[in-house]
């Protein structure tokens, strides 16, 4: 890549910054990178081009056609494509059906894209990590910036989200990276606009169909008008708070968790009992956790991930169990599993019988 424009180069200094500090990018490794053609992505492109310069890894672009925009996408397609020869990256394009996608499983296109987007990611990864014999592993560079995380941060709070929830879009999120989660939504324009790079613009993003985008084109010019100031900066201090939080909240867990398994490797009743609510509904996710891999499954562990209602009647009825005012307890859990307890102990239950080597 040509010499960069001055403006452009301080800009990719701050990306290069949040790389380095969050230890984003493994050397040698392969970095698949979604790009849909939007500036934002273009921009994250055009970075990763630039940093292999100073830490060497493999670098492929992935672009998802959702068929949803017709002639729009396939022009999308030939934007990232062109790019990717320019610059002599290796380019793969995958088309999903995403609006049937959405029908057949009853939720919005937004979430259904999003679902179609992580699982064509990861695939493509594992495949070309694979193919390519690469030893150093692989991650997903997605195109998230400041303002998309203050957006979610706002998204979790109106659904009356958790601690987990108020830390918005990570910037390591299990193989996903966000590279530009440090920079605001104007500086990616400004910097792309500085080295003279194309993009096109997705009209979808101006509708307010979706809540992302009524989020962002009405609440927050109407809460920056309300209290005079652009909220961005304190939805992000916030979330970062929260991270900082939900980190030792969850070391805690993870330490309370060894003390509370069994030689069996069941729950403890007494144990989980004695623990504070935030505490014990960790480590009955961590328990959950372990249970669903236990059963062998190739698909993601958290997608079956205790919600806060199962939490809470496992926590009531651990304790009414463990008191004595039952002698057995059952509870229906995600991904076709059941909670047993008795004699002191929870044991998991999967449809081909026991997880753990206890009887409860």
């Known amino acids: 890549m040509a010499t960069l424009p001055r403006q452009t180069y301080r800009i990719f200094e701050k990306i290069e910054a949040t790389c380095e500090r969050e ?11 979604g790009i849909s053609g939007g500036v934002d992505s273009m921009l994250l492109l055009a970075f990763l081009v630039h940093y292999r310069t100073i830490v060497p890894f493999r670098l492929i672009a992935c672009h998802l056609n959702h068929m949803i925009r017709g002639q ?4 999308d397609q030939q934007l990232v494509e062109s790019f990717s020869k ?8 995958v088309r999903e059906d995403v609006p049937a996608y959405s029908k057949q499983h009853s939720i919005g296109l937004e979430q259904a894209g999003r679902i179609i987007r992580r699982e064509t990611l990861e695939t493509i990864g594992r495949e070309y990590h694979d193919r390519m014999e690469i030893s150093a592993g692989f991650r997903i560079a997605l195109a998230h910036h400041m303002d998309d995380r203050a957006e979610s941060i706002l998204m979790h709070i109106g659904r009356g989200s958790g601690l987990r929830g108020l830390i918005g879009i990570r910037y390591l999120d299990g193989p ?44 927050f010019p109407a809460w920056e008008q309300a209290i005079g100031y652009d909220p961005t900066a304190s939805l992000i201090r916030l979330g970062a708070l929260a991270a900082s939080d939900d980190a030792a909240l969850s070391q805690i867990a993870e330490d309370s968790y060894d003390g509370a398994i069994l030689p069996d490797q069941n729950l403890s009743l007494s144990v989980l009992v004695s623990l504070p609510q935030a505490i014990a509904s960790r480590v009955l996710q961590l328990y959950f956790c372990q249970c669903i891999e236990a059963t062998g499954r190739e698909d993601d562990p958290a997608q079956y991930a205790l919600s806060e209602r199962n939490t809470n009647d496992l926590i009531e009825l651990s304790a009414t169990v463990s008191a004595g005012d039952k002698t057995n307890g059952r509870l229906s859990l995600p991904g076709g599993l059941e909670a047993r307890l008795a004699d002191g102990r929870m044991v998991i239950i999967s449809q081909t019988g026991l997880i753990g080597h206890g009887n409860a």
């Open 23 to 33: 230890k984003l990018i493994i050397p040698d490794s392969l970095v698949v990178a």
């Open 176 to 219: 996903f990276i966000r590279p530009l989660l440090d920079i605001r939504r104007a500086e990616v324009v400004t910097a792309a606009q500085a080295m003279e790079l194309r993009w096109r613009d997705d009209e979808s993003n101006s509708s307010d169909e979706f809540l992302r985008n009524r989020i962002r084109n009405t609440l």
């Open 86 to 93: 320019d610059h002599e990256i290796p380019f793969v394009c």
């Open 72 to 75: 729009d996408a396939d022009l």
